[in-house]
Every structure is written in C-alpha cells, then in structure tokens.
C-alpha cells in the first residue's frame, strides 16, 4: 500500500530517474579520473623534454574519454526521456 497517495508508475519513474542520475554521476567521474591520471601520467613527461609521447597519451585519453562521454549522451538523450515519464 502507497501510504502517499502515489501510483506504482510514478513510483517507477522516480526510481528509474534516480538510478539513472547515479549513472551519470559516476560516469562523470569516471570520466575525471580518467583525465586527471592521464594529466599526472603526461605532466612529468612534458617537464622532461619528452614531447611526442605526452602528446600521444594525452591524444588517446582525449579521444577515449570524448568517446566515454558521446556514447554516455547517446544514451541519456535515447532514454531519459522514458525515465522521466514523457516517452
């Protein structure tokens, strides 16, 4: 019994955006740790003289976490919408 008042559906939906609310926040930080291991990886390289290689790593990280995060839009744009109860 919902002692609120609410119905099962609105029930689903607010679970449904809170768990993807928790998806995202840890997406995003998975995405800034990321970037901050590949900064301490690069900035001692860079300070060494060791252009080519800091530029290459810190290219790959750019690339994967641009990539991490596209395909994490993708899926909120596609499913969010659901989430909140307007799909």
């Given at each position: 019994?919902?002692?609120?008042g609410g ?70 744009v596609a ?9």
């Amino acid at each position: 019994m919902i002692a609120y008042g609410g119905t099962p559906a609105r029930e689903a939906d607010f679970q449904a955006a809170w768990y993807y609310s928790l998806l995202l926040f840890v997406v995003l930080m998975l995405a800034l740790g990321g970037f901050l291991l590949a900064r301490s990886a690069v900035r001692p390289m860079w300070r060494a003289g060791d252009r080519g290689p800091a530029l290459a790593i810190l290219a790959s990280a750019a690339v994967a976490i641009i990539f991490l995060l596209s395909m994490l839009v993708t899926v909120a744009v596609a499913m969010l919408p659901e989430a909140a109860g307007r799909g």
